[in-house]
């Protein structure tokens, strides 16, 4: 993964290549759940005991009941995505189901997190699914609970993407007007011919595709290379009033926020950057595959500070970044209005 820490969002300036573990360790996070199962992880964290044991919810009926009755508050994990998550401090049971296109009826899973120190990764999975005794796996059936209404579903799919227009769209003689490489610190614009990256490991995007919900947004970017671990696609938020004129590049001052969307594997985390902070907030999970990802930002993840300050955004400036041997190159590739965002609402009525 590829961050870019920027004067505004953090005191390190420069770019820092992490591993998976480092990646979820710069979260602001208790615990830090991956779901590696090839379907949307719902799920709640239900606190245990301190000798490490529940009292309720070891019986399929019991646990099929509690999921019904906490069906509004389930968390979501895409396919082969990551989520930060408050721990409770002691040890706890997953509880949930798997959805997938491939499964006419939702696997249960169960598994029980131990207490550890830090910010420990738990992997979910196929070795989670609740067996029962003849070796079946239990299941909930879709006409027992009614999932959350959703036209858009982060599940590695996109065909419901077909019917939403870009924001932006791009082709294959697009080339950006503005390029910063960043090395030791220090950064420059260089020119086409000077690149490195461009076209390749995701750079060169075809198109943008952004909608928004009653209270969440979702957006899919494809590109005409493969996405590459060394990959980041940033948009940078300016509010309505600014003194001057910023340019093409984020200047000091000029950008109250911004978002980034490392390519860290299969899914990952799309992270919030505030100015003048240390660490991003996880505000939401995308899944990706050779060309494409798609991903959402829920809005429960945002501070309250945040949230008022939306309203004070007039411009998105997107870019993609590379780190390379000889640096990272930031390449600015198109910039639109919060007004281009099209409603789901207007696209599924």
Do not use: C
């Not at 930060?84 to 696997?107: C, M, N, Q, T, W």
């Not at 086409?192 to 957006?219: C, D, H, M, R, Y």
């Not at 000091?252 to 100015?275: C, D, N, Q």
């Amino acid at each position: 993964m590829t961050t870019l820490r920027f004067w505004r969002f953090g005191k390190n300036k420069g770019f820092l290549a992490f591993l998976f573990l480092a990646i979820a360790g710069s979260i602001q996070a208790d615990w830090v759940l991956r779901n590696t199962f090839n379907g949307v992880l719902h799920f709640l964290l239900v606190p245990m005991g301190e000798e490490g044991k529940i009292s309720v919810i070891d019986q399929v009926d019991e646990a099929k009941a509690f999921l019904k009755e906490k069906n509004t508050k389930l968390e979501r994990i895409p396919p082969y995505s990551f989520l930060r998550i408050k721990g409770e401090g002691g040890p706890a049971l997953l509880l949930g189901f798997y959805v997938s296109s491939d499964r006419p009826a939702y696997p249960l899973v169960r598994a029980k997190l131990p207490s550890a120190s830090g910010e420990p990764v738990f992997v979910i999975g196929e070795s989670d699914l609740w067996k029962g005794k003849s070796g079946q796996h239990e299941v909930i059936y879709p006409w027992e609970l009614e999932l959350p209404d959703g036209n858009i579903r982060i599940d590695n799919r996109y065909l419901e993407w077909r019917t939403v227009p870009e924001v932006k769209a791009f082709n294959t003689s697009f080339v950006p007007d503005t390029i910063i490489r960043y090395r030791g610190g220090a950064s420059e614009k260089v020119l086409l011919s000077q690149s490195k990256e461009w076209p390749s490991k995701g750079s060169a995007v075809e198109s943008v595709k952004i909608v928004l919900g009653i209270e969440n947004l979702f957006l899919m970017i494809s590109a005409f290379s493969p996405l590459g671990p060394s990959t980041s696609y940033w948009f940078y938020l300016r509010p309505e009033k600014i003194e001057g004129s910023p340019g093409p590049e984020p200047q000091k001052g000029s950008w109250i926020l911004a978002v980034e969307i490392p390519i860290v594997g299969k899914g990952g985390p799309i992270l919030l950057w505030i100015p003048n902070t240390e660490k991003p907030i996880q505000i939401g999970t995308y899944t990706a595959e050779l060309f494409q990802l798609e991903g959402e930002i829920e809005s429960k993840y945002l501070p309250d500070e945040v949230k008022r300050r939306v309203g004070e955004i007039s411009r998105i400036l997107m870019s993609v970044v590379v780190q390379g041997r000889e640096g990272a190159e930031e390449f600015f590739l198109t910039e639109f209005s919060p007004q281009d965002i099209p409603l789901v609402s207007e696209i599924f009525p």
